[in-house]
């Protein structure tokens, strides 16, 4: 159990010691990997930025992802492209948002030639991390590491170079269940940890 995404973060932080020499380049997926990742850059003291992605939920049972949609496309694991239209539009629209608000803040760094830790709060089904994964190969990046604090034991990440998870379990019902405290991520707090790594 992770007090809240600040400790999940530290904890996060200290299995991934080995990469401080790289200085990398952690990219955190709003609106709660970006305070995980946020603690992890600090540590390290890697640059920080948010990368953009937003799940695609299931007609009936949005918090079931058939894929995800990110900055520079979409994946979908389950159905086509055709039966998500609106729903894809939807999170166009929604990123399209964030993406005024964050980036009047500070701009994106590219991930090129770079260690790059993609970090979330955790993964349930990964399909928005794995869209994340394919967004970040477009800028061709040194090594990709995906860092979580905690996921399902089945999950898998291809694209990845490496995947550090501190927990993995079987009875998994979601990300919140392993949080004391998990309440939402609002788009200010994004900002401001935005202004601290402008």
Known sequence: MFQDRQDAGCQLARALERFR???PLVL???R???VVGAEVAR???GDFDVLLVKKLGAPGNPEYALGAVSEAGVYVATGTVESLADEIAERRTEMA??????RAVKSRISPAGRTV???DDGLATGA???AAIQATHLAKPKRLIVAVPVAPGDVALPGADEFVCL????????VGQFYGDFAQVEDETVIEILKEFA
Do not use: C, N, S
């Not at 948002?97 to 964050?102: A, I």
């Not at 927990?167 to 979601?174: I, P, Q, V, Y």
């Open 97 to 102: 948002h964030q993406q005024k608000l964050y």
């Open 167 to 174: 927990e993995t379990h079987w009875d998994f019902r979601g």
């Open 32 to 34: 709660g990997g970006v």
């Open 21 to 23: 020499p790289d200085r």
């Open 43 to 45: 540590a390290l003291g």
């Open 28 to 30: 955190g997926l709003p």
């Open 117 to 119: 830790l993609i970090v």
């Open 128 to 130: 928005t991390m794995i």
